[in-house]
């Protein structure tokens, strides 16, 4: 497939390790969050998302934690796998949403 | 289900020619949405339709027209191709601005 992101921040971590993939956000006013994963070829998949009046929400496997006072946006992978290999993105605002960069996570085996 | 389907897959244009991406769901969402991403960068809005009837600009809307043929079809048309219009397009929908949204696989498209 064509390659996604040649050129994203690139996050290295051991198999079995705990992943943290950061995201800063723009939008002050901004309501809505939600974390994505994109393999070579494919389309976004969604991950887990969260709303302004939370902090912290939880799945399987993976945390988003939110700080609204520095307009930062976190995933957390617990016990990184390597399926886990992909480029996250995160995705922010209200009616109109604006994807983050993105970054590009390997893992080491 | 078959989620979001776009079409073609693929496509390569010469300079000036037109060409109309298909997107279609099925999973009876109001809100859809095309995007371009390119290499090194995330994903950019293009246009989007809140609900049926209505589209709106994006990020990056120009050199693009587009039609929220009903609820379950949303088309992307470039109507003079030109080179830095090649990129990856994926469409994507959801119930409605503030849920998740489903993506496509993709449409990629090359222009000489």
């Known amino acids: 497939g064509e390659s996604v992101g040649l050129h994203l921040p690139t996050l290295s971590v051991q198999e079995g390790d705990n992943s943290i993939i950061n995201c800063a956000y723009s939008?002050?006013?901004?309501?809505?969050f939600i974390w994505y994963k994109q393999e070579s070829g494919k389309g976004p998949q969604f991950i887990i998302d969260i709303r302004s009046n939370m902090d912290k929400r939880q799945g399987q496997r993976v945390t988003v934690l939110l700080n609204k006072t520095v307009k930062h946006l976190s995933l957390q992978i617990a016990a990184t796998q390597p399926g886990d290999s992909a480029v996250y993105f995160c995705l922010f605002g209200n009616e109109k949403l604006t994807f983050g960069t993105g970054t590009r996570l390997t893992i080491i085996p | 289900n078959a989620g979001v389907t776009q079409t073609p897959k693929f496509q390569v244009l010469k300079t000036g020619q037109s060409m109309t991406l298909q997107c279609a769901q099925d999973m009876n969402h109001n809100s859809m949405y095309w995007y371009r991403q390119d290499p090194g960068m995330g994903l950019r809005l293009i246009y989007y339709?809140?609900?049926?009837?209505?589209?709106d600009k994006g990020e990056v809307p120009n050199g693009y027209n587009v039609s929220r043929l009903n609820k379950r079809e949303f088309s992307l048309r470039l109507e003079s191709a030109a080179p830095s219009q090649t990129s990856v397009y994926f469409c994507?929908?959801?119930?409605?601005?503030?849920?998740?949204?489903?993506f496509g696989d993709g449409t990629r498209l090359s222009i000489l």
């Open positions: 994507a929908s959801s119930p409605s601005f503030d849920q998740p949204q489903h």
């Open positions: 939008n002050s006013a901004s309501d809505y």
């Open positions: 339709s809140a609900s049926e009837g209505t589209t």
